[in-house]
């Protein structure tokens, strides 16, 4: 999985893209989006029930969105949901990958901890990206992903209120992978909108060496923050600084 993320961060971003925007696979979960199918005006009830209550498909591709995520499309939106391990994320884009904002989009979440068990349904809030920052808000809610069992958990989002209004509604049902969660340092790949990040640190901080210098510059995120190295042969360094940061301290020997 990791020589997955890196090779994928080094690919270009457009043919990460064009990847995305062609797979089957994201497009047979999607009851109303995927498919570029220009129906979102022509809905009657009767196939909004029958599209929400659909099969479960399979879970969608494991591509690396701009934070690691999976990618839903619907018609020239799409939606990247990201899984961190107790809450989750959904941040849009429109047909370029361009960031959109999620202030007006709804995104409900329903999680199934097993087949035939008890649902739980959850309306995604808005979270506005910090004064002064380039980051691109999102919708999220809290998900201990810890409860979610691997292959039996079904997650289905109902999204409403795209930007693109032939496309009002979207759903998608499929099964909880643990690959699904994504790491407290993740490869991502690059946006325009990194330009000034790179600009500001500069240089890498495993090598010192300026960044670009060593040739296209690898993202990470670890945990919120982005950060950028000099090439993908420092990805394994930081994971093992950060490994270390976060390990449980030594637990003391008991006393009583
Ligand atoms: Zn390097």
Known sequence: MFDRIVAMTI??????LTVAMSSDRAAAQGCCGGGGHDHGSAHDDSHESSCHEGPVGPPPPLLTGPHDGQFLIAGDSTMEVVMLPQELRVYLYGKGMEPRSTQSFQARLVTQLARGGEKYPTLLQFVPRPPGSKEQDYLRTPLDTQRLAE??????????????????KA???????QEMVRPHVAAVPLMPGDHDGIAGQQNCPVTGARLGSMG???????????LYLCCAGCVARVKEVEAHRNAPPPSPVASQ
Do not use: C, M, W
């Open 171 to 177: 759903g998608y049902t499929f099964l909880f992978l």
């Open 11 to 16: 690919a270009s971003f457009a043919v990460i």
């Open 151 to 168: 292959g039996q958990t079904t997650i289905a989002f109902e999204f409403e209120n795209f930007p693109d209004q032939r496309h009002p």
């Open 216 to 226: 296209p510059v690898v993202k990470l995120l670890v945990g919120d923050r982005p």
